[in-house]
């Protein structure tokens, strides 16, 4: 399959810059009408915009990856991880860091294929060390 | 001074120059990582007991990437990529202490160039910088953006694009004009912007997780053997060389130096600028000692250029690299503000930091130098997986220690999507950083500067100093675009 090289990067700045530009507009001005808060903000949205269009315009023809399976294996992975951290405050409001901790190790260094045995010892150590480094060492409660 | 002469300074010196050994030496982990990784256990130190571990992090960790590109032709880090093929080569023909040697002395030469000037210039920059009014910070701002755009390297637009994401990241919180919440969204956690600790911690150390479960790093490389003998040919045979090729030394540690200054270039642009220098040199590729060259070339560039990141980063509050953006976000959380008045107030701070450089590349680097590279080929066997699991586990606790927040987890989450993003588009991160740091100077003596001058833009142009920096930017500018035209011929 190919699609234009950098097309999703530039639309997303495109728009992200679009947004930007519209949330300063409804900062308010200094007195005497000169510009206020709003200012950068508006300057960098347009900027953004406009060189998210550039990109958009100026990207080349390039192969993509496949959809193998090792690529769907990836991209689920990738995603687990970013929702296991995403969960930690949530969890954390029952349970304290320091025990939901080596679970996470855990479960990401099984993401990585790691083995059982490897994977639960790499987080008992790395756990083990974060408490002795914040908790005893430096007085952080976890 | 005698703080920094304390038994838990030095631990933390020979600490930091050993975690930066084999942090550095395990291919894929970067010492902007490093120090990453350490800044939430900085945070709770005292800066005279902080600042040198950080440094011994730096300087040992650039050198160890020449560990991996030396034993099996995996560079460590992005600066010894510059050089792997003619490293691995040397090491092959004069065998792998021989290389390690090499690498080792002439970042340490580099190291020391590279610290005297900082020694020079820095107090000389800081004593210019005591006539800055608002208008100069702004014109200095404005130069530092300017000279990251350039330094990066790749596509100047994504560079630009890079810039103008930090800046707008800065822009989050409560304004510096007239106190009006930005991009908050009616969350009260974000009313006092974006921390930029944890925001460093996602950008740098989440992201490398992310990466690597989205493209395990596949290590192909070709091991040669290590050799029993050692001492003699890692400590005395590179001197040979090194002296031999003296001028060549001194001409990339001084052009190490110049890219360090560039704010956003860093150790990585150094080595490849003096290593490509020294292979467009006209020097003949059947020479035998070619590949000691380009060797001594980018390995003594590279430290210089760590040491010469601290002049604008001391002097200005501009960051040379990742690292010294680092440092500096965690010296304006702990109340210190780079600048002049630095050089008053805290001149025990500024003198451990000259120290630490001159010891870091005296007696640490040949020092935790040798005991890497006979503990080189363990190293580099240590398995990614089970490291980036654990660096996962701290990014985490990293992001969470700071405040005591959980919000901040979020924060350092979305970060490093942000910046697995950014990587996967081929935009720069560091770019990010310089306009985190920037953003804010370059928009606060813009309004106290205009407000001032009740909106008379000419007030920018009329004093000398100002003027001045104004004609640096426009320089940069013409040789940048000099530059990129030439690189497309």
Redesign the interface.
């Known amino acids: 399959m190919t699609v234009r090289k950098?097309h999703?990067?530039g639309l997303?700045?495109g728009a992200?810059?679009l947004s930007?530009y519209l949330?300063?507009r409804t900062?308010?001005q200094?007195p005497e009408g000169?510009p206020?808060?709003g200012?950068?903000?508006s300057i960098?949205g347009i900027?953004?915009a406009l060189?998210?269009i550039?990109?958009v315009f100026?990207s080349e023809k390039e192969e993509t990856d496949t959809d193998d399976d090792a690529l769907v294996s990836?991209?689920l992975?990738?995603v687990l991880?970013?929702v296991l951290?995403?969960l930690?405050?949530i969890i954390?409001r029952w349970i304290p860091?320091l025990f939901i901790?080596p679970v996470?190790?855990?479960l990401?260094?099984l993401?990585?294929?790691?083995s059982l045995k490897?994977?639960l010892l790499?987080?008992t150590?790395?756990?083990t060390l974060?408490y002795l480094?914040?908790s005893l060492m430096?007085?952080?409660?976890? | 001074m005698n703080d920094f002469f304390s038994w838990q300074a030095l631990l933390a010196l020979l600490l930091g120059g050993f975690y930066g050994s084999v942090f550095g030496a395990i291919p894929g982990l970067t010492a902007t990582l490093a120090v990453a990784l350490f800044i939430?256990?900085a945070f709770?130190l005292d800066p005279i007991i902080a600042l040198p571990a950080i440094i011994a992090i730096s300087s040992v960790a650039i050198f160890a990437g020449d560990v991996g590109s030396t034993v099996a032709k995996i560079p460590g880090t992005p600066a010894s990529a510059a050089y792997l093929e003619e490293l691995f080569g040397l090491s092959r023909k004069k065998g792998p202490f021989y290389g390690l040697g090499l690498c080792a002395m002439s970042s340490a030469t580099g190291g020391i160039i590279g610290t005297l000037l900082l020694i020079f210039l820095a107090t000389t920059m800081a004593d210019i910088a005591r006539n800055f009014s608002s208008f100069e910070y702004f014109w200095v701002a404005v130069l530092g953006l300017t000279a990251g755009v350039f330094a990066s390297g790749g596509s100047t637009?994504?560079a630009?694009?890079s810039l103008?994401?930090g800046?707008?990241f800065s822009?989050v919180g409560i304004?510096p004009?007239?106190g009006?919440p930005?991009?908050d969204f009616g969350s009260p956690d974000l009313l006092g912007g974006l921390n930029y600790i944890v925001a460093m911690i996602g950008l740098f150390g989440?992201s490398e997780?992310?990466e690597?479960?989205?493209?395990?790093l596949t290590m192909k490389g070709e091991e040669i053997e290590l050799d029993k003998s050692s001492r003699s040919l890692f400590f005395i045979a590179p001197w040979i060389q090194i002296f031999k090729r003296k001028w060549m030394v001194l001409r990339s540690a001084l052009l190490g130096v110049l890219v360090g200054f560039l704010p956003g270039a860093g150790a990585d642009i150094g080595s490849w600028v003096s290593s490509s220098v020294e292979k467009m040199s006209g020097e003949n590729n059947d020479n035998p000692e070619f590949d000691d060259h380009v060797v001594i070339a980018g390995t003594s560039s590279n430290n210089a250029a760590v040491a010469s990141a601290w002049i604008p980063a001391l002097a200005l509050g501009l960051p040379g690299d990742t690292v010294t953006a680092i440092v500096l976000g965690v010296f304006l959380m702990k109340g210190i503000t780079p600048g002049p008045l630095l050089f008053e107030q805290q001149p025990e701070l500024i003198w451990s930091l000259y120290i630490t450089f001159i010891i870091a590349n005296l007696i640490l680097l040949p020092f935790f130098g040798f005991l890497t590279a006979k503990l080189a080929a363990k190293l580099i066997k240590i398995?990614m997986?089970?490291l980036?699991?654990?660096i996962?586990?701290?990014c985490?606790?990293g992001a969470?220690?700071i405040n005591?927040s959980?919000?901040d987890?979020?924060i350092m989450?979305a970060m490093?999507?942000i910046a697995?993003?950014l990587k996967r588009?081929?935009?720069p991160l560091s770019q990010v950083v310089l306009g985190m740091v920037l953003?804010p100077i370059?928009?606060q003596n813009?309004?106290v500067s205009?407000?001032k001058s009740r909106?008379d833009m000419m007030s920018f142009f009329e004093r000398p100093l100002a003027l001045g920096l104004m004609a640096g930017t426009l320089l940069i500018i013409g040789v940048g675009i000099w530059m990129k035209k030439r690189s497309l011929k």
């Open positions: 950098n999703i990067g997303v700045v992200l810059g930007i949330m300063s900062f308010p200094l000169y206020g808060p200012l950068f903000p960098i900027l953004m060189l998210g550039v990109i100026s990836r991209r992975s990738l991880a970013i951290s995403l930690i405050p954390n860091l901790l996470f190790i855990f990401i260094a993401l990585f294929k790691v490897w994977a790499i987080s150590i790395t756990t974060i480094i914040f430096l007085g952080v409660s976890l | 939430p256990v709770f637009i994504k630009v694009i103008l994401l800046i707008f822009t304004d004009t007239l009006y930005r991009f989440f997780v992310l690597h479960l989205f493209r395990p398995p997986p089970m980036l699991s654990a996962g586990g701290i985490i606790v969470y220690v005591h959980t919000f987890i979020w989450v490093g999507v697995f993003g588009g081929g935009f953003g370059l928009e813009f309004m205009a407000i909106w």
